[in-house]
Nanobody, 129 residues
Framework: QVQLVESGGGLVQAGGSLRLSCAFS????????MAWFRQAPGKEREFVAA????????TYGDSVKGRFTISRDNAKNTVYLQMNSLKAEDTAVYYC??????????????????????WGQGTQVTVSS
């Protein structure tokens, strides 16, 4: 059974940076596309970023494009989310998710939370203004 464990969340001032990590276990990591979603209180879960099995293809939500970077290390079974120039509106619980890799790596598909089979418990990110 695939398990995902996020870490790296915390409290940061606006303009600062954080790096989230997600440790993957229970399956062949390189067979999975990985993604990050986030959910703020009272809002729907929002797509943040996704990468394909090798990390060579990535896609981002419009609100984070140019500020956040998704990457992965297949030797460490870990996916990362580097978050720079953080804003108060980035405050949310951030979730790591995984789905068996798709040859097409469509942004539409990877941005749809219904397309993912496995989810972590989430890590809180709070940005103070």
């Amino acid at each position: 059974q695939v398990q995902l464990v996020e870490s790296g969340g915390g409290l940061v001032q606006a303009g600062g940076s954080l790096r989230l990590s997600c440790a993957f276990s229970g399956g062949p990591f390189s067979s999975y596309d990985m993604a990050w979603f986030r959910q703020a209180p009272g809002k729907e879960r929002e797509f943040v970023a996704a990468c394909n099995w090798s990390g060579t293809r990535t896609t981002y939500g419009d609100s984070v494009k140019g500020r956040f970077t998704i990457s992965r290390d297949n030797a460490k079974n870990t996916v990362y989310l580097q978050m720079n120039s953080l804003k108060a509106e980035d405050t949310a619980v951030y979730y790591c998710t995984a789905d068996l890799t798709s040859p097409s790596f469509s942004r539409t598909a990877r941005a749809d939370r219904k397309g993912y089979d496995y989810w972590g418990q989430g890590t809180q990110v709070t940005v103070s203004s």
